[in-house]
């Protein structure tokens, strides 16, 4: 209960704020890391630095941030790295439904990954994932070396194998581990070298909204091994790649554009009914002093009447009869 009210009372305050005029919606950016924030912020600066992308980029670390501001009308795309199953919980419905309008998402690591996402990882970011691959790379590296599958605008500059640095990546096994391929409405733009599972996926919904699954990008925080995030973002590839992703999932999805135009639609039809109110109270208090005036002619015209009528009974009728 406590969560609707905080969503409502959001929504609620958006909608003021944009009903008097106070601007514009501008497009968010929102990337979300309960694990680490510090990952969160590294992120943040790359879109803040791609010249491509004139978003604003907000930093958060609470998952009911994350379905709050799906709800809100100018969230334009959800960046989500989550490392631990809690940090996912009850963000399904919120996130199904932003999609379905037309969001932008792009989700690393554990929202891939079925047994802690459940259905986000089959519907949001459809990677199927049950099973971790944690084996190095064929250059016995822990990186994942990435080949491309299918040309996309996720790869707009970058080659067609490249190795990023990660702990491992998620994947849909059978019970030897092997990688099994799941029939569904998505697109593998790049897969894992090793184990043939896909480290990129899009997905397109019906009304035009937008994900990227990315379930290899799996690093740490201790800035002492390999697979520090700090040695990942310093990479060109991976810059490459999460900003392609991100202008991919935000600038082509449909739910702001689709919004924002339902917004001007409404505040210049409010215009208008603010002009056409403003011109029937113009019009009342025309006909309301016309009336005045009127009124106060008959009551002067009546007002002489009687005065005619008093002289002539009480002035010069008596003169008369004298």
């Not at 109110?277 to 002093?289: P, T």
């Amino acid at each position: 209960m406590r969560r609707i009210i905080l969503s409502s009372l959001v929504v609620f305050l958006f909608a003021c704020s944009i009903a008097q005029g106070e601007g514009d919606p501008e497009p968010n950016i929102i990337i979300f890391t309960a694990g680490d924030p510090v990952f969160a912020g590294m992120l943040a600066d790359l879109i803040t630095q791609d010249d491509r992308i004139d978003s604003e980029v907000e930093v958060v670390s609470n998952p009911e941030v994350i379905i709050m501001a799906s709800l809100l009308p100018n969230t334009e795309c959800i960046v989500i790295y989550s490392d631990h199953k809690d940090q996912v919980n009850g963000l399904y419905t919120s996130l199904s439904l932003y999609l379905q309008q037309g969001g932008g998402l792009v989700g690393m690591r554990e929202v891939c990954y079925e047994p802690s996402a459940l259905e986000l990882a089959e519907e949001v970011f459809p990677v199927f994932a049950n099973d971790s691959n944690r084996n190095p790379n064929s250059k016995g590296k822990r990186a994942r070396t990435y080949i491309m599958e299918n040309q996309h605008e996720v790869t707009s500059g970058l080659p067609e194998t490249f190795d990023l640095l990660s702990m491992g990546t998620y994947i849909s096994a059978d019970d030897d581990g092997n990688y099994l391929p799941v029939p569904g409405d998505y697109e593998i733009v790049y897969r894992d070298e090793v184990s043939n599972s896909p480290l990129l996926v899009t997905h397109e919904s019906e009304k035009g909204g937008r994900s990227v699954s990315m379930p290899g990008i799996w690093c740490v925080n201790n800035q002492r091994v390999d697979v520090y995030y700090g040695n990942l973002v310093a990479e060109d590839n991976f810059v490459r790649l999460f900003t392609n992703s991100v202008l991919w999932a935000a600038k082509g999805s449909t739910r702001y554009d689709t919004i924002s135009t339902n917004l001007t639609a409404k505040l210049e039809n409010s215009d208008q009914e603010k002009d056409e109110l403003r011109r029937r109270a113009e019009e009342a208090d025309k006909d309301r002093a016309n009336q005045r005036l009127i009124l106060l002619i008959i009551v002067w015209g009546t007002g002489i009447v009687v005065c005619v009528l008093v002289i002539w009974k009480l002035v010069l009728a008596p003169v008369e009869t004298a």
